[in-house]
């Protein structure tokens, strides 16, 4: 059972407190609910209720994932469409409650490995199934000498925060993970990255685990207002955090005291990188953290330190399906090496750097551009609260860069115009925005990055509106 106590923040600044003891109570209500509406099927999947109050939400995920069946962690859909998307997918699956009581009976085509957690995911890339994850829900109960967390320098008694969603795997790995220790943890039921140094000051946090996203907003608050109270270690993960936003937390913590973290929702591998180490190595992301990582060409061959390939992880993983519903790209190797697609070059101390992702590139003229060095720029202008780039198509040059973004405070029409060019001083001309339009919010996941897909529709979307094609 776990050994954390549990502070749930609700969107109107209520708290709930959940000590061990009652914590362990009421997950043992909850995991015996589970047991009698599925008797001894271990095949169907448990799918706590995503649309639940959040400390029942909690509750359910963690009763579920000390039974044996396959868990499905909701993504705020009714249980009853989950349920009947599952069963689209060759899965009968299970929720607790009034309503959603009765289960499919048309999935069970579908098989999955022991320990199985699903997690919706493909969303940034329009890709969306589930990912198959048997190594995550092992953390509860696990030695701690081998948590992950540990090695992030957690300790009983500290006061820990999870900034982002639990439904992320990023975020759902941490905090399944810190449960074992006997910490404070805060989650927040719906996470607002505008209001994080605020709860971090506020409730005196000394590990916080955060997204670049808001890493980059607390970066703007604290140069209007210092002091991160009793901060002192600071992991981040789920996206590529630019090099400003880090060195400037290198800078205030110490970069002992930063940790990266790069992942997948699959449960392959993991790497982790200190802020002391990146500093040596400008880019990595780090080594491997019991896990192997190597990087082969197309045939499956070792490449040498320095050259770009197909990134591998060995870790207890052993080969599986590691997708249900839509697949990408997964490759195994004779030796239990698996790759998902991501690009990237070891040095000959065995450090990781990745390369940009398909769907962060904008090819302008013959040149290749980055959308996140773009947003990066934009986000360097004080009323710029959030940025997004894409790329359209276009009849000269192959595509030309449209960029949406969301103000801070009004300002006047020709402010875009000065923007961009601005904008001609800090980005090569391949990169600079043909267009920078306004808008209420860029679209973006619970882990905080950017939904390409939707990006890209939205550039689409206006660029018909200019053509009238």
């Known amino acids: 059972m776990p050994s ?14 959940l000590r061990p003891d ?5 997950v043992s209500g909850i995991r015996e609910e589970f047991r009698r509406a599925v008797g001894s099927d271990e095949s169907v999947c448990l799918l706590p209720d995503g649309r639940a109050p959040f400390p029942r939400l909690l509750l359910e995920l963690v009763a579920a994932l000390g039974l044996p069946n396959p868990v499905v962690v909701p993504d705020g859909d009714t249980s009853a469409s989950s349920i009947a998307h599952l069963a689209r997918l060759g899965l009968t699956a299970h929720a607790l409650g009034e309503g959603r009581r009765p289960r499919s009976t048309t999935g069970g085509s579908a098989k999955l490995p022991a320990s199985a957690l699903l997690l919706r995911t493909g969303g940034t890339s329009g ?30 008694g500290i006061r820990v925060c999870l900034a982002g969603s639990v439904r992320h795997a990023a975020q759902l790995s941490m905090f399944l993970d810190a449960l074992n220790h006997r910490a404070e943890i805060h989650l927040f039921e719906r996470p607002d990255p505008a209001r994080l140094l605020r709860e971090v000051r506020r409730h005196r946090i000394q590990w916080l685990v955060a997204t670049p ?13 210092g002091g991160t109270a009793e901060l002192e270690t600071l992991v981040h993960m789920s996206a590529a955090c630019p090099e400003p936003v880090k060195r400037f937390w290198h800078s205030t913590l110490g970069p002992e005291n930063v940790y990266e973290v790069f992942g997948a929702s699959e449960g392959i591998g993991t790497t982790v990188a200190r802020g002391d180490e990146w500093e040596k190595r400008p880019g990595t992301v780090g080594r491997g953290f019991f896990t192997s990582v190597a990087v082969m060409d197309s045939a499956g061959r070792p490449l040498p330190p320095g050259v770009t390939g197909d990134v591998y992880f060995h870790g207890a993983t052993p ?16 030796d239990g090496y698996v790759s998902i697609g991501d690009r990237g070059r070891l040095d000959p101390e065995g450090y990781l750097y990745l390369e940009p992702r398909p769907q962060l590139r904008i090819t302008v003229g013959g040149t290749t551009v980055l959308a996140t060095d773009i947003e990066d720029a934009l986000l360097d202008v004080p009323w710029i609260e959030d940025a997004a780039a894409a790329g359209v198509a276009n009849e000269v040059t192959g595509q030309r860069v449209v960029c949406f973004v969301v103000c801070a405070t ?5 402010r875009t115009a000065q923007l961009i060019a601005g904008l001609r001083r800090v980005l090569p001309p391949a990169a600079v925005p043909r267009r920078v339009i306004e808008v209420e919010a860029i679209p973006r996941s619970s882990s905080g990055k950017i939904n390409r897909t939707s990006i890209s529709e939205m550039a689409q979307q206006y660029s018909v509106r200019e053509t009238g094609q």
């Open 410 to 414: 009004p300002g006047p029409e020709s």
């Open 319 to 334: 080969e599986r399906a590691l997708h249900v519903g839509q697949r990408d790209l997964v490759r195994w190797t004779e």
């Open 127 to 156: 890709r969306l199934r589930y990912a198959v994850n048997t190594s995550m829900r092992r953390a509860l109960g696990r030695d701690r000498r081998l948590s992950l967390a540990t090695a992030l320098r957690i300790r009983d």
């Open 22 to 26: 009652s914590l362990a109570d009421r």
């Open 4 to 17: 954390a106590s549990l502070v749930l923040h609700a969107p109107d600044g209520t708290t709930e407190i």
């Open 213 to 225: 996203l808001h890493l980059r907003i607390m970066q703007r608050q604290l140069r209007m207002d």
